[in-house]
């Protein structure tokens, strides 16, 4: 649950609302909403219909195979992933968006 807490405490940072307490949660701010995943259940990526914007928050060792599937899938929402490593993380977004790092 820890990564949860860590999720949950990145988004707040940035000025979002959180909403939810298990390991999806979602996050607010003016008119975005980004439904946040720390874990993948049935190994299945969420569908468009819960939501356009989806971050998925993962430890260093899942986060290139995270990537590949959600590359490989294709998704018709917009994703990131943050990689949380102790008390840093780093963002990264599908292309074409920038990667950035805290």
């Known amino acids: 649950m820890r ?21 999806e949660f979602r996050a607010e701010r003016a008119w975005k909403v980004v439904h946040v995943n720390t874990v ?35 998704p018709s929402y917009e994703w990131a992933i943050i990689v949380v490593d102790g008390d840093d993380y780093q963002v990264e977004r599908a292309p074409p968006g920038p990667r950035v790092s805290a």
Do not use: M
């Open 3 to 23: 990564l949860a807490e860590q999720a949950r405490s990145i988004f707040a940072e940035l000025g979002y609302t959180v909403e939810g307490t298990g390991p």
């Open 40 to 74: 993948l259940e049935d190994d299945e990526l969420p569908t468009a219909s819960s939501g356009q914007f989806h971050c998925f928050v993962a430890e260093p060792d899942d986060a290139d195979t995270l990537e590949e599937k959600l590359t490989r899938t294709e």
